[in-house]
Each structure stands twice: as C-alpha cells, then as structure tokens.
C-alpha cells in the first residue's frame, strides 16, 4: 500500500502568509492522480488540486501545485481568513485505489 | 451544478447492517465514478469504495468483507451496505463523483453522522 505522509501536522500562519504543505508517498505517484482537498469544520471536503497542479473550477489563483514522485506541495501564495482549514492530499491507483494523507491543519 | 444528498438512518445497532443512498441531482449516475468516503469523528478521510454507472465495484480491502455497493439509474443514486457493524464504524458517511480520467473527486455530500450504539 502507498502511504501518503503529511507534514507538518499543524502549521499556524497568519493572514498574508505564505503556507507550504507537503504530502509525502511511501512510494512514487503519478502525478495525474495526487490531489488536494480543503475541509471546514463540519463541511465536506472540497477538491482544490487535481493533476498535482490543477486548480478545479472556481479554486482562486492563490492557490498551487506542485511535485512528482514522491513529494508533492500545496503552496497558498498569501493567506485569506478563509483559508484556515485542514488540507488533505489524495492519491488514486495500488491498493486501496484511493488514499489520503492524514491532514494538516492550518491555524491561524 | 451537481449534487449529492446522503440518506439513511442516523443510530444502527452493533451486528447489524449500515444502509445509507446518495441521491444525485444536476446529473446523471449513467456515467462516473461513485464514492463512499467515511470520516471518524475528529478523525481522517477513509475511502470505503465506489460504484461504476455499469455496476463494477471496487472497495476497500480493509472492508470488503463487509461491502455490497450498487447504483440505481431509475432512481439516479446509489447506495451502501455495510455489515456486522461496530463501534468503530461510527462516522461521518460522505458520497462523492470520481471524475474520468484523474479520479480526482469533485462533487461532494454534506455527510451523514451514522452512529453504532445498542
């Protein structure tokens, strides 16, 4: 099974930051199937990333992709209040087909 | 705009079976990926498994002992079977679309809180 590790567990920034986030794979991952969520307190997920580097319809430009491999990156260019959630990367493909990594949580 | 609305009963007791549907609405369940995803409360995501349009199933091996996933074009949903409940099966239960080609997931419900208590 590829495990997915993010790091770091909490990261706490304020407004205007920049935030880094890296999810790492116990084992390489095409880049077509990492992905990236954002969940709020008691909303579902919402898809950010698709492709490593996509940004799905309506996600703002702040938001970034990156990686190959093994190592992937979200990159929030400069934080809105909005954005302080928990993030979670997800790869497709091995067993079990979908995965997650464990989340970090972005706190102000 | 697509969307999912899980349904289902909130509280089932240990040994006995989880049922929940999701409901799509703004599409249709004759093409795509379907999903069930659960989320312990305070907890990860945890992908449990999905349902091709065509019926094909592909789950969790961790629970697919349990499993019985299946989709109903007359009623545009598709639905979960979970069996031999436990406690540890306690969690928010979202249905979410897989979309061709990456798989990422795209379209989500608000989650249903399905508790195993006797």
């Known amino acids: 099974e590829i495990v997915l590790t993010q790091s770091p567990g909490i990261l706490s920034l304020s407004p205007g930051e920049r935030a880094t986030l890296s999810c790492r794979a116990s084992?390489?991952?095409?880049?077509?199937?990492l992905a990236w969520y954002q969940q709020k307190p008691g909303q579902a997920p919402r898809l950010l990333i698709f492709g490593t580097s996509r940004r799905f319809t309506g996600v703002p430009d702040r938001f970034s992709g990156s990686g190959s491999g093994t190592d992937f990156t979200l990159t929030i260019s400069r934080l809105e209040p909005e954005d302080f959630a928990v993030y979670y990367c997800q790869r497709f493909g091995s067993s079990p087909l979908y995965a997650f990594g464990q989340g970090t949580k972005l706190e102000i | 705009q697509v969307q999912l609305q899980e349904s289902g009963p909130g509280l089932v007791k240990p040994s006995e079976t989880l049922s929940l549907t999701c409901t799509v609405s703004?599409?249709?369940?004759?093409?795509?990926?379907w999903n069930w995803i659960r989320q312990p409360p305070g907890k990860g995501l945890e992908w449990i498994g999905y349902v091709y349009y065509s019926g094909t199933t592909s789950y969790n091996p961790s629970l697919m002992s349990r499993l019985t996933m299946s989709v109903d074009t007359s009623k545009n949903g598709f639905s979960l079977n979970l069996s031999s409940v436990t406690a540890a099966d306690t969690a928010v239960y979202y249905c979410a679309r897989g979309r061709y080609g990456d798989y990422g997931l795209d379209f989500w419900g608000q989650g249903t809180l399905v508790t195993v208590s006797s």
């Open positions: 703004g599409g249709s369940v004759s093409s795509y990926y």
């Open positions: 084992q390489s991952v095409s880049s077509n199937y």
